[in-house]
């Protein structure tokens, strides 16, 4: 007589192997998600840079200094995965036209700034850990 079904022992190692499986795709999965986020942030900056290439073509400089967003021709609305978009001061920042700041997460992994220079160079700067710029970029 011929018993139907699995063993516990082959049910286990199908239970092992899944774990395997999945102690590998899901930091892969967070770091994808991570990388979406990140390309809302370097959508806004760009938008901020043309805003800020339209301004200095209008009166010969960045908006700097007390400038603030409601000074630029652009509505980036609420940004859903970062704080509001801040404008910068080239003078002080040499270059630095626009940074923004990633929302507050969870023990605050993965929080780092994004800067846009007026030459569209986007920089990441770490702010938790673990270091989250190194595979956004």
């Known amino acids: 007589m011929r018993k139907k079904g699995f063993t516990l022992l082959e049910l286990i190692i199908v239970i092992v192997i899944l774990g395997i499986l999945a102690s590998f795709a899901l930091p ?8 979406a986020r990140f390309a809302e942030g370097v959508s806004l900056l760009g938008a901020f840079r043309s805003s800020q290439i339209r ?11 007390l ?4 000074n630029l021709d652009v509505d980036v609305g609420t940004p859903k995965f970062f704080a509001a978009p801040s404008v910068q001061n080239p003078v002080v ?3 630095v036209i626009a940074t923004i700041v990633r929302n507050a997460t969870q023990n605050n992994y993965n929080q780092y700034t994004l800067t846009i220079t007026d030459d569209g160079t986007i920089a990441c700067t770490d702010a938790g850990a673990p270091a989250a710029c190194a595979f956004l970029q």
């Open 67 to 70: 400038c603030t967003t409601a």
């Open 93 to 95: 920042l040499p270059g």
């Open 28 to 35: 892969q999965y967070f770091r994808a998600a991570e990388r």
């Open 55 to 65: 301004y200095k073509a209008e009166r010969g400089v960045f908006c700097g200094g």
